[in-house]
């Protein structure tokens, strides 16, 4: 196929299935979704994004570890993700900073989905669009709901 | 507390070094071009056919299609359209390019007498504006003030001008009829290179962006979209422009008796592509046909007609140009007057053509690419990828 892409039987296409955003789509809308991802390759310590930034996707671990480190902190780590993990996921909703720097921590390979993209994508396919973004809405909710628990315990233990 | 690098190196605009940068890039493409216009000019209107046609495509794969019927379907629509419009013209066309030194002959004298008649009027009229007119030595009678303040024989004058017309048009007339058929299958490329932009336009760009380094990538990715939607809408806002403008002024002529009125009226709307100089162009070819079918009948129909084209330039100024192409892509007045003028000075007709959308990639280009090279922060991510890539790189070589 031209430019190097083969839109059906691509193996990514395995890996998307085992993301949660994408659990409600089929292989076709899978391949679709597939389509519009953007794969980068990054070493272990190379900086993904900064905090500071402007968010402009949300990114997804198919290979290797990512860490996602506070700007005040070089060394404490806030979270670090495995593959079928996503992350900067706001960016799809709005253009706010991203508020922490993501590093890689080993050789990784990672998919980018773009908010021109996904906003391209509610246009022509809402349904596909309108599955991923429910996802996400409870993804945001899920994280929401735990950022309020652990609100609660730090007030406590004060 | 830390400061954030990336909040502390912000990114500084493009300053006069990339706008010297942007003039002297147009300038070497549009000589470029200029070699290869065969192949520029339909690429450059496959572009813009792109950018109009892909809203469709998009709601064709909305409603279930997939993209390569879409496509298939939206071209075959153009290359309909294209070719009834082709057929409508070509008896006109070919009819034109037979009689195209008389005709060339015929405009050119009716343009020297509408000029003629102009200041004849005015000095009858106005006569305080001609007394300061200095009386030519006999010699010089070959000018239009020279006729009137010297009352010199206007018959000579007519026979030089005409005699010179009609062998220029003799001489060139047989050149631009081929330059004109010499076009014909560049043009025809037009829907072919279409289809495959429609079709594999998003698969192309995906394989460009392969090539951009990772620090670079979210931002550059981000400056793209922004340019390709600005640039989309330009392209969508000058159409509807262009229909609104033939519109009005093919209503217009059309009230005022002019022979086909609509014809006229879209090639005038399409000529004001050019800013400024396209405008003034139209409306002269307008007033100069005016003149031509209606001599005598009616004088004043030449002076209605820029009237009335001075009117939809106003309403297009004020009203269509707001609703249409709003405020993507504007450049300051004098800029675009300079680089048209720059354009033709490097390239001629072709760089008068082609200096505004050539003009208008650079400029994004440029200021994409100067954004980007004067982000320290971005800069010093590349180079630590570039290290950490080297390291890699050689990390076995002196292992035992």
Same mark, same amino acid.
């Given at each position: 196929?031209?430019?190097?892409f083969?839109p059906?039987?691509?193996p990514r296409?395995?890996?998307?299935?085992?993301?949660?955003?994408?659990?409600?789509?089929?292989m076709?809308?899978?391949?679709? #979704?597939?389509?519009?991802?953007?794969?980068?390759?990054?070493?272990?310590?190379?900086?993904?994004?900064?905090?500071g930034?402007?968010?402009?996707?949300?990114?997804?671990?198919?290979?290797?570890?990512?860490?996602?480190?506070?700007?005040?902190?070089?060394?404490?780590?806030?979270?670090?993700?495995a593959?079928?993990?996503?992350?900067?996921? #706001?960016?799809?909703?709005?253009?706010?900073?991203?508020?922490?720097q993501?590093?890689?921590?080993?050789?990784?390979?990672?998919?980018?989905?773009?908010?021109?993209?996904?906003?391209?994508?509610?246009?022509?396919?809402?349904?596909?669009?309108?599955?991923?973004?429910?996802?996400?809405?409870?993804?945001?909710?899920?994280?929401?709901?735990?950022?309020?628990?652990?609100?609660?315990?730090?007030?406590?233990?004060? | 507390?830390?400061?954030?690098?990336?909040?502390?190196?912000?990114?500084?605009?493009?300053?006069?070094?990339?706008?010297?940068?942007?003039?002297?890039?147009?300038?070497?493409?549009?000589?470029?071009?200029?070699?290869?216009?065969?192949?520029?000019?339909?690429?450059?209107?496959?572009?813009?056919?792109?950018?109009?046609?892909?809203?469709?495509?998009?709601?064709?794969?909305?409603?279930?299609?997939?993209?390569? &019927?879409?496509?298939?379907?939206?071209?075959?629509?153009?290359?309909?359209?294209?070719?009834?419009?082709?057929?409508?013209?070509?008896?006109?066309?070919?009819?034109?390019?037979?009689?195209?030194?008389?005709?060339?002959?015929?405009?050119? &004298?009716?343009?020297?007498?509408?000029?003629?008649?102009?200041?004849?009027?005015?000095?009858?009229?106005f006569?305080?504006?001609? &007394?300061?007119?200095?009386?030519?030595?006999?010699?010089?009678?070959?000018?239009?003030?020279?006729?009137?303040?010297?009352?010199?024989?206007?018959?000579?004058?007519?026979?030089?001008?005409?005699?010179?017309?009609?062998?220029?048009?003799?001489?060139?007339?047989?050149?631009?009829?081929?330059?004109?058929?010499?076009?014909?299958?560049?043009?025809?490329?037009?829907?072919?290179?279409?289809?495959?932009?429609?079709?594999?336009?998003?698969?192309?760009?995906?394989f460009?962006?392969?090539?951009?380094?990772?620090?670079?990538?979210?931002?550059?990715l981000?400056?793209?979209?922004?340019?390709?939607?600005?640039?989309?809408?330009?392209f969508?806002?000058?159409?509807?422009?262009?229909?609104?403008?033939?519109?009005?002024?093919?209503?217009?002529?059309?009230?005022?008796?002019?022979?086909?009125?609509?014809?006229?009226?879209?090639?005038?709307?399409?000529?004001?592509w050019?800013?400024?100089?396209?405008?003034?162009?139209?409306?002269?070819?307008?007033?100069?046909?005016a003149?031509?079918d209606f001599?005598?009948?009616?004088?004043?129909?030449?002076?209605?007609v820029?009237?009335?084209?001075?009117?939809v330039?106003?309403?297009?100024?004020?009203?269509?140009?707001?609703?249409?192409?709003g405020?993507?892509?504007?450049?300051?007045?004098?800029?675009?007057?300079?680089?048209?003028?720059?354009g033709?000075?490097?390239?001629?007709?072709?760089?008068?053509?082609?200096?505004?959308?050539?003009?208008?990639?650079?400029?994004?280009?440029?200021?994409?690419?100067?954004?980007?090279?004067t982000?320290?922060?971005?800069?010093?991510?590349?180079?630590?990828?570039?290290?950490? &890539?080297?390291?890699?790189?050689?990390?076995?070589?002196?292992t035992?």
């Amino acid at each position: 196929m031209a430019f190097g892409f083969t839109p059906t039987r691509d193996p990514r296409i395995q890996l998307l299935k085992n993301v949660v955003l994408f659990k409600d789509l089929s292989m076709r809308d899978l391949a679709m #979704v597939n389509s519009l991802m953007h794969e980068r390759e990054y070493l272990a310590d190379e900086v993904i994004f900064d905090a500071g930034e402007e968010g402009q996707g949300l990114f997804l671990v198919l290979s290797g570890r990512v860490k996602i480190i506070l700007p005040a902190s070089t060394s404490e780590i806030l979270l670090e993700l495995a593959p079928g993990a996503f992350f900067g996921e #706001v960016a799809l909703l709005d253009q706010s900073l991203r508020t922490a720097q993501a590093r890689a921590l080993e050789d990784s390979k990672i998919v980018v989905l773009f908010r021109a993209e996904f906003i391209s994508l509610l246009e022509t396919h809402s349904r596909i669009a309108s599955r991923v973004s429910f996802q996400l809405a409870r993804v945001l909710a899920a994280r929401l709901r735990q950022a309020v628990i652990n609100a609660e315990q730090h007030h406590k233990s004060t | 507390m830390m400061l954030q690098p990336t909040v502390m190196n912000r990114a500084l605009s493009s300053g006069p070094v990339v706008w010297v940068g942007i003039i002297i890039t147009t300038c070497l493409l549009l000589v470029l071009f200029q070699t290869a216009l065969w192949l520029v000019m339909p690429l450059l209107i496959s572009i813009v056919a792109y950018y109009i046609l892909s809203p469709l495509v998009k709601i064709g794969i909305s409603q279930g299609l997939t993209r390569s &019927r879409a496509v298939m379907i939206v071209t075959i629509l153009m290359s309909v359209v294209l070719a009834l419009a082709g057929f409508g013209i070509a008896p006109k066309c070919v009819a034109v390019t037979h009689n195209l030194p008389a005709l060339i002959e015929d405009y050119v &004298r009716t343009g020297n007498a509408l000029v003629a008649n102009a200041n004849d009027s005015l000095s009858k009229k106005f006569p305080f504006l001609f &007394r300061t007119v200095v009386k030519p030595p006999p010699e010089s009678i070959g000018t239009v003030s020279g006729n009137i303040t010297a009352e010199a024989p206007a018959g000579s004058t007519d026979d030089a001008t005409s005699r010179e017309v009609s062998d220029f048009t003799n001489k060139h007339s047989s050149d631009i009829a081929l330059e004109l058929a010499h076009w014909i299958p560049s043009l025809l490329l037009v829907p072919y290179i279409t289809y495959f932009f429609l079709l594999d336009g998003p698969r192309f760009k995906r394989f460009l962006v392969q090539a951009i380094p990772n620090a670079f990538f979210e931002k550059t990715l981000y400056l793209f979209y922004r340019v390709e939607d600005q640039i989309r809408r330009y392209f969508q806002g000058l159409l509807a422009l262009t229909a609104l403008d033939a519109a009005c002024l093919g209503v217009g002529l059309w009230a005022l008796g002019l022979n086909d009125p609509f014809l006229l009226a879209g090639i005038a709307a399409v000529m004001a592509w050019l800013p400024y100089l396209g405008s003034i162009g139209g409306g002269l070819l307008v007033t100069l046909v005016a003149a031509h079918d209606f001599p005598h009948n009616h004088p004043w129909l030449p002076y209605e007609v820029v009237g009335l084209f001075i009117l939809v330039r106003l309403m297009d100024d004020f009203i269509f140009m707001p609703l249409t192409v709003g405020r993507s892509l504007q450049m300051h007045p004098l800029i675009t007057v300079l680089m048209i003028l720059l354009g033709g000075a490097v390239a001629g007709i072709s760089g008068l053509l082609l200096v505004m959308p050539v003009l208008g990639v650079v400029m994004v280009a440029g200021q994409i690419i100067g954004e980007l090279a004067t982000d320290a922060r971005i800069l010093a991510r590349h180079r630590h990828a570039l290290a950490l &890539r080297k390291r890699r790189a050689r990390m076995d070589l002196f292992t035992k």
